[in-house]
C-alpha cells in the first residue's frame, strides 16, 4: 500500500509539473501532503513536514547567500578584466574565440545561475561573431556546454537539489566528483578548441578589435568597482577554498563572504539594498523551491514510502545491476534531463533510485554525485524544460532543434567523460 501512495505521489507530482498544470513549489507542498492523508497520516503528517524543512535549511541558506555573493561580484566587475583580457586576446582569430568564449562561459557561471551566464556572455560575444561571420549556433553551443559543466558546483541547483533531495550536505556529494569536473572542464576547452579550427578553416582570421566596455549600460558601468578587483578575487579564492575545505559549514562561509563583500564594494546601505534587491528574484524562487521541497522529501521519508518504494523496484532489478547503478544514474543522467526538469529528477526520481541502490549496499551520496555528472547540470542548457534554455537560445537567435542537434553529442561526451574519471577515482561505484 505504501509503496503505491509513494508511486501515485511520484506520478502525480511529475504530470502536474510536466504540464504545467502547477507550480513546482505549490505541487511539492500539497501533492505530498493529499498523498499523506489518503494514506491516514494526518496526525503525523506536521511532524513529518518539519524535520523534511530542518533538513535544508542549510542548504537553502547555502543557495541563497551564494547567489547573493556572486551577484555582486559580478555587478562590481570581477570577471571584467578577464573577459575583456579573453576578447583583446583572441582579436580576429574563430579558434581563439570560441576557446575564449568557453573560458567566459565557465567564469561567468561561477554564480551558479544560467540566466546570469547568458545574460553576460550571449551580449557580450554575439556583436564578434556577427561581425566575423561566425555562426550562433556555435556562440550558443560552446556557451552551454561551458555552462553545463560549471553547473555542477555545490551551489548550483542539481547538486544543491541532490543534497536537498539525500537530506546530505552538498560538499559530500561536490567534493568527490572534482576531479571529474576539472577533466570535464579540458574536455569543453578541446571542442572549443576542435569547434574553433573549423570556423578558422572557414573563415580565416581577421584583423578586427572588439571593445568589451563599450559594451555595457551605463546603469553597469556605474555598479563596477574596478579599484576592488584584487580584493574581489582574493576573497572570492579564499571562499572557495574555504568550501573545499570545509573551514566551516557551509551555508556561514557564503553569509560571511557576501556581507564583506556588500560593505566593501558598496558601503552606501542604500547601495547594499539595491544589491540585495537585484538579486532578491531568483534567489527568492529557488530557495522557496528548496523549503517546499524539504516537505515533499520529509513526508516520503517519515511515512515510509521511499522504502516501500525502493524495495518493491528492488525484486524488478536484474541480479548484478545493483552494483553498477551508481554507473548508469550518470550515463542517464544526461539525456534524460530532456525529459525531466530538475526538480522532477532530484525530488521525485532520485531518492527512489537511492533508497534501491542502497539495497545493494551503495552509499546515498554515491548516488547523488553519479546523479550531478549530467542531470541538468552537462543537460540543462539544452533540455527544453528549462527557461534557461530559451533564454540562451532566444537571445542568440538560433531555433532550439539547431541548437539540440549541434551540442547534444559534445554535451554527453562532457558526461561520459566525467564518469569515466569518477569511476577511475572510485565515486560512483
Do not use: C
Not at 505549490?26 to 494514506?39: C, E, N
Not at 535549511?57 to 578584466?81: E, K, W
Not at 558601468?221 to 573545499?244: E, G
Amino acid at each position: 500500500m505504501l509503496a503505491l501512495l509513494g508511486f501515485l505521489t511520484i506520478f502525480v507530482f511529475l504530470a502536474l509539473i510536466l504540464t504545467k498544470r502547477m507550480s513546482v513549489i505549490v505541487s511539492l507542498i500539497l501533492v505530498p501532503v493529499v498523498f499523506a492523508l489518503i494514506g491516514g497520516f494526518g496526525a503525523q503528517m506536521g511532524e513529518f513536514m518539519l524535520e523534511g524543512v530542518k533538513g535544508v535549511v542549510p542548504t537553502g541558506i547555502m543557495l541563497g547567500f551564494a547567489i547573493l555573493y556572486f551577484g555582486v561580484m559580478n555587478n562590481a566587475g570581477l570577471f571584467d578584466p578577464v573577459i575583456s583580457r579573453v576578447l583583446r586576446a583572441v582579436k580576429g582569430d574563430p579558434l581563439k574565440i570560441v576557446v575564449g568564449t568557453a573560458i567566459i562561459a565557465m567564469l561567468a557561471h561561477l554564480d551558479g545561475s544560467g540566466a546570469s551566464t547568458f545574460l553576460i556572455t550571449i551580449p557580450a560575444l554575439l556583436p564578434l561573431y556577427d561581425k566575423l561571420g561566425m555562426s550562433r549556433i556555435i556562440l550558443a553551443g560552446v556557451v552551454a556546454l561551458g555552462a553545463g559543466v560549471m553547473n555542477l558546483l555545490p551551489w548550483g541547483g542539481p547538486t544543491a537539489r541532490a543534497a536537498t533531495a539525500l537530506e546530505v550536505d552538498p560538499g559530500a556529494i561536490f567534493n568527490p566528483v572534482i576531479p571529474a569536473m576539472v577533466a570535464g572542464i579540458m574536455w569543453v576547452l578541446f571542442v572549443a578548441f576542435w569547434i574553433g579550427r573549423k570556423e578558422r578553416k572557414r573563415l580565416g582570421i581577421a584583423d578586427v578589435e572588439f571593445d568589451f566596455h563599450a559594451e555595457l549600460s551605463d546603469e553597469d558601468r556605474a555598479m563596477r568597482r574596478p579599484k576592488l578587483f584584487w580584493f574581489n578575487l582574493l576573497l572570492t579564492i579564499v571562499t572557495i577554498v574555504a568550501l573545499v575545505k570545509v573551514w566551516l559549514p557551509l551555508p556561514i562561509i557564503f553569509m560571511i563572504a557576501f556581507a564583506i563583500a556588500v560593505i566593501v564594494n558598496y558601503p552606501k546601505p542604500d547601495d547594499q539594498m539595491e544589491q540585495i534587491k537585484s538579486q532578491s528574484v531568483g534567489m527568492i524562487t529557488v530557495v522557496s523551491i528548496i523549503f517546499a521541497a524539504g516537505i515533499f522529501t520529509g513526508i516520503l521519508s517519515g511515512t515510509g514510502m521511499i522504502t516501500e518504494m525502493a524495495n518493491a523496484l528492488v525484486s524488478f532489478i536484474p541480479d548484478g545491476t545493483g552494483s553498477i547503478m551508481g554507473i548508469l544514474v550518470a550515463v542517464t543522467g544526461m539525456p534524460l534531463s530532456l525529459l525531466f526538469t530538475p526538480d522532477a529528477y532530484y525530488f521525485g526520481v532520485l531518492p527512489i533510485i537511492s533508497e534501491t541502490a542502497a539495497a545493494y549496499g551503495i552509499d546515498p551520496t554515491h548516488i547523488g554525485s553519479a546523479a550531478i555528472l549530467g542531470q541538468m547540470t552537462t543537460g540543462f542548457p539544452l533540455s527544453p524544460l528549462t527557461a534557461s534554455t530559451f533564454l540562451l537560445i532566444g537571445l542568440a537567435g538560433v531555433e532550439l532543434a539547431d541548437h539540440q542537434k549541434f551540442v547534444f553529442k559534445w554535451a554527453f561526451g562532457t558526461t561520459i567523460v566525467m564518469t569515466i574519471v569518477a569511476i577511475i577515482t572510485g565515486v560512483i561505484l
